[in-house]
């Protein structure tokens, strides 16, 4: 500002061959030079200030201090705590690109998102709001869902509301004082300084939508997200309580299609969410505009506009449609894959592979034809909108020659930097009613998957540790797999377990033998009688289940490292032998689904896994 006003001051002065007040000279040349001190010690002394900690040590060593002066992962981000400059120049992230321009990024380089971002803050007071406003996750619906995640961030999406406003305000700024600054080139001055003021509305016009976009498209990434997060645990905490019947009609490929494509999609539509209101206002800015330099002619732009406007109803029901086809499509390809891969085994000794290839072709065909359609669709609509600023132009300039509106030079140049600013929301409209269809299929499938049956909290009846000798106890108790069938699966059980014990049940194969296990686990339902379980539960499968990862990692499974007890878990699981074969030992990376270990080897870290839990009940499956 020092430097733009001394600029100004020579030119006056050169210019106009006058003599400025020496106060003014002096006024210039002190807060330039002022200016450019403080530049340099806020982009130079700072970094060259060098504090040892051996030496100086803080005053006070409150937490707050230490969680801002701790390097690495445990930071949390600068934006938390930036000020208004920092926020507005995104100053904030300096101090990391700095550390990237240095080296590559590690993970621990990266800061911790604030509270308010990450899914431990957000989503307790997220699932809170859900379940006070539907009675309870299963009772969801789909406008419920939109109100929460809206109620979640409503703070972001009234700020980026108001960025918007300003900006589309801003954008106008040029179009409608662009014919003055025409009238003020060919002369006609209307008062003193008008030059001068139509520079400046241009330039912080500029500077205002520059800066407005930038921020809006940054905060509206956040809320999505967040968003998208939210979602995404929502989700996997539902599939850990299904029940049974549920699993059976959701496979795990669906589950996982839900958090990575319809969670995605929920999130991504953030960027869209104040296109529809945004373009009314600019719509009708550019109206104004228009009448203000062109008379009954914008009456015409008006009706073209309204036209293509209108060309978006068929064209995006087609597209919802098109795109819930291509979903349930897409959800019957994976599911079919999934359980091709999973028995690729049984396809090979058989030799199925290509009587089952041509299935999963005739899916593949199925999706492809639906995608064909809603791609072709889509074309059609980017077709007709890109071609509809050109329509408005024409119909507009058309309709002055009819009825004999001068166009002046001015005039013209206004109605087209209108006309241009205006392209940005008839481009974007077809991309924001695709994303609308889009997002209400995606929010459609969320919602049915999480009104699904949960497990009945109330099979078993948990007591607390020390409160009875008996470990389990089943009295008459009748389960069923499928509560429909009139035969229980397991029928009249009375059995009791006291603590210490060690109980073998045999039987022949398909007797019931993992439907028991399975009823202390709670994941059968049950129709008549009492399960009462004390203490904590530790269950091993008869398949051996590892995840892709450390052997250390799997065997802890999140727990804190005793070493005392870890060895003690490998010596009782005969682990040390298989560790000794493993160049890494316990630190050998485990392939996918444990392809690099043996049967046994699964096994026995399932085991241990187990006994590190150093849990009161151990539920063993035949391992």
């Known amino acids: 500002v020092s430097c733009y006003c001394i600029v100004v001051d020579i030119v006056v002065m050169s210019g106009r061959r006058v003599s400025l007040p020496t106060q003014y000279l002096v006024s210039d ?44 992962g445990d930071t949390v981000t600068p934006f938390s705590y930036a000020g208004i400059l920092s926020i507005l120049t995104f100053s904030w992230v300096g101090p990391l690109i700095a550390v990237g321009n240095k080296k590559t990024l590690d993970l621990e380089d990266v800061p911790q998102l604030d509270s308010r971002d990450s899914v431990i803050g957000a989503f307790p007071t997220f699932r809170e709001k859900v379940e006070a406003d539907c009675g309870g996750i299963n009772s969801v619906t789909t406008l419920k ?16 509301a108001f960025l918007v406003l300003l900006n589309t305000l801003a954008s106008y700024v040029g179009p409608y004082l662009i014919d003055g600054f025409v009238q003020y080139l060919d002369g006609q001055r209307l008062y003193e300084n008008q030059g001068y003021f139509l520079v400046s509305a241009f330039f912080f016009a500029k500077l205002v939508e520059c800066l407005t976009r930038r921020h809006w498209f940054f905060r509206l990434q956040q809320v999505g997200l967040r968003i998208r997060a939210l979602l995404v645990t929502m989700i996997y905490n539902k599939a850990l309580t299904l029940s ?3 699993k059976q009609g959701h496979t795990s490929a669906e589950i996982i299609n839900f958090m990575t494509v319809d969670a995605e999609r929920v999130g991504v539509f953030s960027w869209y969410m104040h296109d529809l209101w945004m373009v009314v206002l600019q719509v009708t800015l550019a109206l104004l505009i228009l009448y203000k330099n062109l008379g009954l002619a914008s009456i015409a732009a008006f009706v073209a506009t309204v036209i293509i406007m209108l060309a978006n109803v068929p ?34 000794l058989q030799g199925w592979e290509m009587k089952f290839l041509l299935k999963i072709t005739e899916l593949r065909k199925n999706e492809q034809g639906w995608l064909k359609k809603y791609v ?14 050109t329509f408005v132009s024409v119909v507009t300039f058309g309709t002055c020659m009819l009825i004999g509106i001068p166009l002046e030079s001015g005039k013209i140049l206004s109605a087209l930097a209108t006309f241009r600013i205006l392209q940005e929301p008839i481009y974007n409209l077809p991309d924001t009613i695709s994303m609308i269809a889009q997002t209400k299929v995606s929010l459609d499938r969320i919602v049915s998957f999480l009104r699904l049956d949960d497990l009945r909290s109330d099979v078993v009846e948990k007591l607390p540790w020390g409160s009875s000798d008996t470990a389990i106890e089943v009295i008459d108790g009748n389960f069923s797999w499928d509560l429909s069938s009139p035969n229980p699966t397991l029928q009249n059980i009375n059995l009791k377990v006291f603590h210490g014990m060690r109980v073998a049940v045999c039987g022949t194969v398909g007797s019931g033998k993992s439907t028991l296990l399975s009823c202390v686990l709670g994941e059968v339902p049950k129709i008549s009688g009492i399960l009462k379980v004390c203490g904590t539960k530790a269950y091993v499968a008869q398949s051996p289940w590892v ?10 499974f999140g727990e804190h490292m005793d070493r005392e007890r870890y060895e003690k878990v490998l010596e009782a699981c005969s682990l040390k032998k298989d560790l000794e074969i493993f160049s890494f030992g316990d630190q050998t990376v485990i392939g996918e689904r444990g392809i690099n270990l043996s049967g046994g080897q699964k096994q026995r870290i399932q085991i241990a896994r187990a006994l590190y839990q150093d849990a009161d009940i151990y539920l063993f499956d035949d391992p």
């Open 29 to 72: 040349a002190v807060s330039t030079c002022v200016g450019l001190f403080f530049c340099y010690v806020g982009y130079f002394v700072k970094n060259e200030v060098h504090v040892d900690n051996g030496i100086q040590e803080p005053l006070l060593n409150s937490d707050s201090l230490e969680s801002k002066e701790t390097k690495g």
């Open 145 to 160: 869902l939109v109100k929460s995640l809206i109620i979640s961030a409503w703070k972001e999406i009234l700020i980026t």
């Open 244 to 246: 049974c019947q549920s």
């Open 315 to 348: 064209l995006g029901s087609l597209q919802e449609k098109f795109q819930k086809k291509l979903m349930e499509s897409k959800d019957t390809r994976m599911k079919a894959t999934s359980e091709i891969l999973r028995n690729m085994r049984i396809l090979k």
């Open 376 to 389: 072709y669709t889509a074309a059609l609509t980017t077709f007709v909108f890109w071609g509809s600023p």
């Open 547 to 556: 995840q892709s990862g450390k052997i250390e990692d799997n065997i802890l």
